[in-house]
């Protein structure tokens, strides 16, 4: 009997807030970590993380959002 295997497919995530003067290397940075980044890009304010995920799981996104949320109020307070 032949079993199949899911196919890997991308996903695109929204990151809003983004403080001026990131780069594109710095949002790829930070989601790295979490999983396989396909691409990253910063678009004025906010930008777009496309990763590579088998059966994509809703509190997997949630984790990661907030990881990220977390890592920027923590710069911030750094900065002030």
């Known amino acids: ?17 983004i403080k001026d003067g990131t780069t594109n290397e710095e949002l790829q940075t930070l989601f790295e970590p979490h999983g396989t980044v396909v691409e990253a890009d910063v678009v004025g304010g906010y930008g777009f993380v496309v990763s590579f ?3 994509c799981n809703v509190y997997w996104f949630m984790f990661l959002i907030i990881t990220v ?12």
Do not use: Y
Request: charged content about 20%; aromatic content about 12%.
């Open 53 to 55: 995920c088998f059966l």
């Open 1 to 17: 009997m032949h079993q199949s295997i899911p196919k890997r497919s991308t996903t695109k995530i929204f990151v809003g807030n």
């Open 69 to 80: 949320i977390f890592k920027f109020v923590k710069v911030l307070d750094e900065c002030a």
